[in-house]
């Protein structure tokens, strides 16, 4: 039996598969300030029309171009691996299998979407990319996207990782980026969030607010905004992930996983390995699939189902999807990449249609697992990442309980090379938990009374 599972260059997918065509009940479209649906022209401000009608299209598979191909290959296909010496120590029956996303240049999922992103806007004669970015992986692999391509790069980086992390500012210097802390005095946005509260950690949510901003008064046209989760078109590139993933459980002899877990932050890692696979539960499969989320930003088993901006100014679309409301600001634990207040509507609906059955997991419990992984597997997982690995571990303890040799898959969907503040904060016994008060979630509810509803239509099958 291999503990790695490789594909060949020959074997990569060559198409998308977009969720969108399969979902038994229609999204909701996003809406404009007024609460009317937005255009695609109205979205044209702050992306590029290639990239819009990928974010609207209900087609179910879509062309990977192949220049996009071309770069996808200096890591692509991502390793498979067996988590053997994991499933040893836990004595498991269960099966589990990781798909190695920590073998990208920037160390994550990311450039799976930063890479198709670049080079559409490129077609489309953009010269500049505006971006947010939470832990700095997404700022870094957008950075490195955009110097394969030809685009120059600007991050607004959340406060808190800009303090906890420096050296991700240098990679995105390194790929030629430039990177300043966010809120940031470049922006009105920002200048607005700093002049209500100069020491807020900052979040994602005013972030974005700011590359929006940036994005949108470039009034030549040449400067768009790029974002690296919670849409549909991020959504789509990522299920590169899940895709390789079947062909390779395929090879591995295994004809269905029982089990598909991802972290979730605004959805992509998740989505990536988890639609493929949501495509065969519509089909009849029986697959439990399960997106997890620290307990301080627990949008998707805690927030609300309904229409809300994707940033804290108000300045994108009314997206449907669950929330903490835009003006939830998480503790600042070390997994940057989770604390966003939003999902991706994908994501979302398939939770509403009980597809997936997401799960919050505190961070002590999860760098616990992530210590119990690097000393059985050896990859020193981003925080992010130890949101799936402690999910792995609970549902291998739980086969172990009832006998059941399950096959398991999970999303690794980084390393933490760059997040060992983390690590040496929990190695000296100085995190604790964070569960976010019912009262918050209260006030969040009356916050969002102002705005649409989303319905929440479901089939009922699942
Ligand atoms: C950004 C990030 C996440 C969270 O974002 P998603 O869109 O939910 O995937 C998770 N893991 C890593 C390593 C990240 O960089």
């Known amino acids: 039996m291999s503990i790695k599972i490789l594909l060949d260059e020959s074997?990569?997918?060559?198409?998308?598969?977009?969720?969108?065509?399969?979902?038994?009940?229609?999204?909701?479209?996003?809406?404009?300030?007024?609460?009317?649906?937005?255009?695609?022209?109205?979205?044209?401000?702050?992306?590029?029309?290639?990239?819009?009608?990928?974010?609207?299209?209900?087609?179910?598979?879509?062309?990977?171009?192949?220049?996009?191909?071309?770069?996808?290959?200096?890591?692509?296909?991502?390793?498979?691996?067996?988590?053997?010496?994991?499933e040893k120590a836990l004595g498991t029956p269960a099966k589990i299998f990781y798909k190695d996303e920590s073998v990208s240049p920037a160390g994550s999922h990311k450039p799976n979407t930063a890479v198709p992103q670049a080079w559409y806007n490129k077609q489309f004669g953009t010269k500049t990319l505006t971006t947010e970015t939470g832990a700095g992986q997404w700022g870094c692999a957008l950075s490195f996207a955009s110097s394969l391509i030809g685009l120059t790069c600007k991050v607004f980086m959340v406060r808190i990782s800009f303090d906890q992390k420096p050296f991700r500012k240098t990679m995105m210097e390194t790929w030629g980026g430039k990177c300043v802390a966010s809120p940031s005095q470049e922006t009105e946005s920002g200048r607005r969030f700093l002049k209500e509260n100069p020491d807020t950690p900052g979040s994602l949510g005013i972030a974005i607010s700011e590359a929006v901003e940036a994005a949108a008064s470039d009034k030549s046209g040449s400067t768009k905004y790029s974002l690296g989760s919670v849409l549909n078109h991020v959504m789509l590139h990522q299920t590169i992930i899940g895709l390789e993933a079947k062909k390779q459980l395929a090879k591995a002899g295994i004809k269905k996983p029982d089990i598909v877990i991802g972290c979730a932050g605004g959805g992509s890692n998740f989505a990536g390995i988890a639609f493929p696979f949501i495509n065969d539960k519509i089909n009849g499969e029986q697959i439990e699939i399960i997106p997890v989320e620290p307990t301080s930003c627990p949008t998707l088993t805690k927030g609300i189902f309904t229409y809300d901006f994707g940033d804290t100014a108000g300045l994108t679309p009314l997206l449907p999807m669950h929330t903490l409301g835009h003006n939830f600001v998480p503790e600042p634990i070390h997994a940057g990449g989770l604390r966003y207040h939003g999902m991706s509507p994908l994501v979302s609906q398939a939770v509403v249609e009980g597809l997936c059955a997401p799960r919050a997991?505190?961070?002590?419990?999860?760098?616990?697992?992530?210590?119990?992984?690097?000393r059985t597997e050896g990859i020193v997982v981003a925080p992010e990442s130890s949101h799936a690995v402690a999910a792995t571990i609970q549902e291998a303890l739980k086969a172990k309980e009832e006998g059941k040799e399950k096959v398991i898959l999970m999303n690794l969907s980084g390393h933490g090379h760059m997040d060992l503040l983390g690590y040496?904060?929990?190695?000296?016994?100085?995190?604790?938990?964070?569960?976010?008060?019912?009262?918050?979630?209260?006030?969040?509810?009356?916050?969002?009374?102002?705005?649409p509803k989303a319905q929440v239509n479901k089939s009922g099958k699942w």
């Not at 997918?13 to 937005?38: E, F, I, K, S, V």
């Not at 040496?424 to 705005?451: A, C, M, P, V, W």
Request: aromatic share 8%.
């Open 361 to 374: 997991i505190p961070q002590t419990e999860c760098y616990n697992a992530a210590i119990q992984w690097a």
């Open 424 to 451: 040496s904060k929990f190695l000296n016994g100085e995190l604790s938990d964070h569960t976010l008060e019912q009262e918050k979630i209260d006030r969040t509810e009356h916050e969002l009374d102002t705005l």
């Open 11 to 86: 074997e990569i997918p060559r198409q998308w598969y977009n969720l969108a065509a399969d979902l038994p009940t229609p999204m909701q479209p996003p809406l404009g300030p007024d609460g009317n649906p937005l255009t695609p022209e109205s979205l044209s401000a702050i992306f590029p029309m290639n990239l819009i009608e990928q974010e609207v299209s209900t087609e179910r598979w879509i062309d990977i171009p192949e220049e996009v191909l071309n770069i996808l290959y200096r890591w692509r296909p991502s390793p498979l691996r067996r988590a053997v010496f994991l």
